[in-house]
């Protein structure tokens, strides 16, 4: 589609012209599609679900399987990509194009941990304190096509700067808590 054909909100995606087009990840199956799929429920609330669910969406489990629907031409329109494998895809050739919802983008932030008493502790802990350096913050963006809230970090050229994006942040206690409820109320609604 041009660009000015695309849909440029969530509220965009409940047009008529966009019914049995619309692909979206599944929360019960995705730690990601679950994160991004609790803020839209909190900030547009599960009306809105309700409404895209008579889309005839096409419900899947991976986080990586909207952008890949898009890219194979299964698909003309996602709710929930993952930026970085649509810039991956982009890459390779693929026909998808990133569209920041009006809205708001839901964050997916990616915390780091070390599992308590791992086989080689001191490894664990070298390798977790590498991981935040400039350097593999920068293999992130770079290789990865990640994002990164490093201060020395330069971000891709052929993205918008994050800095320029209207995010919509999760709240990974509230979307632990209710993990369960989400994921039945989706499961309702989208009746999958």
Known sequence: ?????????????????????????????????MTATQPIARDLSWSYFEKLAK????????AG???????????????????YLVTL??????????VYATEGTPLISAPAAIMKNPPNSNAARLFHNWSFTVEAQQLNVDVGALRSVHALVKERPDRKPLSEIKIIRENAAVVYRLYHKITRKYTRISGV
């Open 1 to 33: 589609m041009k660009p000015d054909e695309a849909p440029k909100s969530f509220a965009d995606l409940l047009d008529s012209k966009w019914v049995g087009k619309i692909v979206k990840g599944h929360p019960g199956y995705s730690g990601a599609i």
């Open 89 to 98: 895809l982009k890459e390779k050739g693929e026909p998808v194009e990133f």
């Open 55 to 62: 889309q005839k969406v096409m419900q899947v489990q991976s």
């Open 65 to 83: 399987d909207p952008p890949r629907k898009l890219a194979f031409g299964e698909r003309t329109v996602t709710v929930d990509a993952s930026e």
